[in-house]
């Protein structure tokens, strides 16, 4: 089997983070994307930031430069696993990014989630994250909480968007997500692994990659590969 993981097109990871991740919603700033093939068919994206929380990396004495956030795995059916997948793209993010120290990311107990990818590449679970909001529409639909505004219009990283009204929305509190580390060098290893809690146990079932292949589409590769590594 042909497995192959290089720097994606904003566009290519859009389409795979619409099509084939439960959020639907495409992470803003800037961002690392990192797109996969199989048998020479593209099945998804890897997508690296720095998340809504510009200082977490201050309490393991990092700058933001250091510190960044796994946001999205976004794959249609695949043969290769999750785990390796992931493992290759952070190969490829520390090769790029030799200042950074360490990646963040969450699992959404909502969603079933636990963090069996990240379990099953050795991350550190610290625990649960902050609390966990979420808004919903009058249909009951999950709305991201960067595309709900006061009077529909939201100021994100200098620029107004037109976004959900939020006195036509609902918010809800939500079970706090999964917390999970890893480090990229042996002294951050150090630093966090006195952190290390047991992982938690599968619940009601967990889909690391997308829901089913989108049958519309089919998975065929949207738009061209580009050689960048941020935008």
Partial sequence: MSLRLDWCSHEAAKYAVEHWHYSKCMPIGKLVKVGVWEEGQFIGAVIFGYGNNQYQGSRFGLVQTQVCELLRVALTNHKTTVT???SIAIKMLKSANPGLRLIVSYADP???HIGAIYQAGNWVFIGTGGSNEAFFDSQGKRIHSRLVGK?????V???NIVTYDSDKTEKRKLEPKYKYLMPLDDEM???IEPLRKPYPKRGRGEIDNAPQSNEETGGASPTRPLSIKAD
């Fill in 151 to 155: 009077g529909g219009i939201k100021n």
């Fill in 84 to 86: 390796k997948i992931v």
């Fill in 110 to 112: 909502e969603q079933g």
């Fill in 157 to 159: 990283f200098g620029r």
């Fill in 189 to 191: 290893r150090k630093q």
